[in-house]
């Protein structure tokens, strides 16, 4: 049976921690499973059509109408390539990990959502990290839904749904139990 499972937070919420955390355990498992990141995706299309994305990042950070433009002209690009992937993965679990699940409104083409929470300021703190300065983090969070709005939206839909709080880098088992659940993994 095929299984399409939605992973969503906000930037900096421990998404890519998490699917390396799945990933472990279905190889460990010996569960076939398909993982397909979003961002990988939006680069390769990127890439592909030969856009600059630092300069479109300058544009559509800076520019809500371009944001906007962006999303149309991209979001159905991503569908059509997760589409076809998902007639490929024929019966085998499907992870997708989108960061915008909810606010591109691409959450009914998943059968249950994953939705990694984190503390704010510890969003920020892994950030910092990365290749970006305070004021571009915080530009980034707040195009975003909260936490909390995340929440609150996927509690609306008629899905099942998971929350993991990795603000303290849960055990392993906290994982496995979600995959239990879908059926993953016995």
């Not at 299984?3 to 355990?25: C, L």
């Not at 979001?75 to 679990?93: C, G, H, M, T, W």
């Not at 749904?161 to 496995?176: R, S």
Request: charged share 35%.
């Amino acid at each position: 049976m095929k299984k399409i499972i939605g992973i969503t937070g906000s930037i900096g919420s421990g998404k890519s921690y998490a699917v390396q955390k799945f990933k472990e355990i279905c190889k460990a498992k010996k569960k076939k499973a398909i993982f397909l990141d979003v961002d990988a995706i939006r680069r390769k299309i990127l890439e592909e059509e030969k856009i600059d994305k630092v300069q479109l990042n300058q544009k559509i950070y800076n520019d809500k109408k371009a944001m906007e433009n962006y999303k149309k002209y991209i979001n159905p690009k991503i569908k059509q390539y997760l589409e076809k992937e998902i007639v490929k993965a024929k019966d085998s679990v499907l992870f997708i990990e989108w960061a915008l699940l909810l606010e591109d409104g691409f959450y009914d083409i998943v059968d249950s959502i994953i939705m990694i929470n984190c503390q704010r300021e510890i969003q920020i703190k892994r950030l910092e990290n990365g290749d970006l300065d305070k004021e571009a983090i915080l530009k980034r969070i707040n195009l975003q839904l909260t936490n909390q709005q995340k929440i609150e939206k996927i509690k609306q839909l008629n899905k099942e749904y998971y929350i993991i709080d990795t603000t303290n880098n849960p055990l392993v088992e906290a994982y496995q139990d979600i995959l239990k659940k879908e059926g993953v993994i016995l």
